[in-house]
């Protein structure tokens, strides 16, 4: 089966907290790519990371970082320092490349980050 | 980056008519285009794969005389929602694969920002 899990539905912090987001998936696909999207009140998906399943190295970017393990099949996605602007519904997402390049998103974790 | 448009960014429209949503990839050639349903509250659906110059392909429980889709171009691919009625109110997405950046090595695509449909 092809899956992502988002367990946590909603997180509330406060301002300046650090903060992480969780995505368990499943594939059998030996070639796939892991996304996560930020999407705002207005609707529009914006990109935030990809990587693919043979580059298990970490990433940060400013204030974002993204840990990727293939032995427990999770790609969390954390924010330190979260500032007002965060707050958002977050998707983490799992690319087939060998089905046509269909995207599986998980069930969207929303944060709230207050002043 | 890479643009894609969708045309119209919001409609209302009366329970039996039919409604047109334009996704036109911009700067890149899309061979490959996809259409998301969104609810409330709700996580992206894929409903349909479409393929410049062939059929589309459409999800487990997706009506595909309800929700026509064309790929005429490289550049457009168009989802017609057919007489719809209050419960197809929703959020359309589209998402277009760039066909530039197709390998294993780069795998991308490149969302439109939605139409917001609503049925009276």
């Known amino acids: 089966a092809q899956k992502v899990t988002q367990a946590q539905t909603e997180i509330s912090v406060v301002e300046k907290e650090d903060v992480t987001l969780d995505c368990v998936y499943e594939?059998?696909?030996?070639?796939?790519?892991l996304f996560w999207y930020k999407q705002p009140p207005s609707g529009e998906l914006v990109f935030l990371i990809r990587r693919n399943s043979f580059d298990e190295q970490n990433e940060i970017s400013g204030r974002y970082s993204w840990n990727f393990q293939k032995s427990t099949s999770s790609f969390n996605f954390t924010i330190t320092a979260s500032q007002v602007v965060d707050s958002a519904v977050y998707f983490c997402?799992?690319?087939?490349?060998?089905?046509?390049?269909?995207?599986?998103f998980g069930q969207g974790t929303e944060l709230s980050v207050k002043p | 980056g890479a643009v894609v448009s969708q045309h119209p960014s919001r409609v209302i429209c009366k329970s039996g008519t039919s409604v047109k949503i334009e996704c036109r990839s911009l700067d890149f050639q899309a061979t490959t285009m996809f259409w998301y349903r969104q609810f409330p509250k709700q996580s992206l659906m894929l409903m349909a794969t479409s393929n410049e110059g062939s059929k589309a392909t459409y999800e487990q429980g997706v009506e595909k005389d309800k929700f026509l889709i064309n790929h005429a171009s490289l550049t457009l691919s168009t989802l017609t929602v057919t007489s719809a009625h209050p419960e197809d109110s929703s959020f359309y997405i589209c998402?277009?694969?760039?066909?530039?950046?197709?390998?294993?090595?780069?795998?991308?695509?490149?969302f439109g920002p939605g139409t917001r449909l609503l049925v009276l």
């Open positions: 998402s277009a694969r760039d066909r530039g950046t197709w390998g294993p090595d780069i795998e991308t695509q490149y």
């Open positions: 594939t059998r696909d030996t070639t796939y790519y």
């Open positions: 997402a799992l690319l087939l490349y060998n089905q046509g390049g269909k995207l599986i």
